[in-house]
Nanobody, 117 residues
Framework: QMRLVESGGGLVQPGGSLTLSCAAS????????MRWYRQAPGKGRELVAF?????????NYANSVKGRFTISRDNAKNTIHLRMQSLNAEDTAVYYC?????????WGQGTQVTVSS
């Protein structure tokens, strides 16, 4: 059974940094492209970052986080990370990792990131 577990969220001051992690199990991790989404209060879910399968040679980011967020993967540990820098209040959201396999979407439970002074 495919499982995704996020961690690393918390409270951070504006301008600060945070790194999220997503541990995957139950599937052949290196074959899967992976994504980070976020959902702010009262808003829809937004795709934040994408990383291709295998070596993760291709990444893509939402315009709102480009230059501030970095997605990476560690296939040896079946984990992806989202390094977030220069955080601001608009980055406050629940962050989810996601992958799709055989047409089925798999989501983690989410981790809360709150940017506030």
């Amino acid at each position: 059974q495919m499982r995704l577990v996020e961690s690393g969220g918390g409270l951070v001051q504006p301008g600060g940094s945070l790194t999220l992690s997503c541990a995957a199990s139950g599937f052949v991790f290196y074959r899967q492209a992976m994504r980070w989404y976020r959902q702010a209060p009262g808003k829809g879910r937004e795709l934040v970052a994408f990383i291709s399968n295998a070596g993760g040679d291709y990444t893509n980011y939402a315009n709102s986080v480009k230059g501030r967020f970095t997605i990476s993967r560690d296939n040896a540990k079946n984990t992806i990370h989202l390094r977030m820098q220069s955080l601001n209040a608009e980055d406050t959201a629940v962050y989810y990792c996601q992958t799709t396999s055989s047409g089925t979407e798999y989501w983690g439970q989410g981790t809360q990131v709150t940017v506030s002074s």
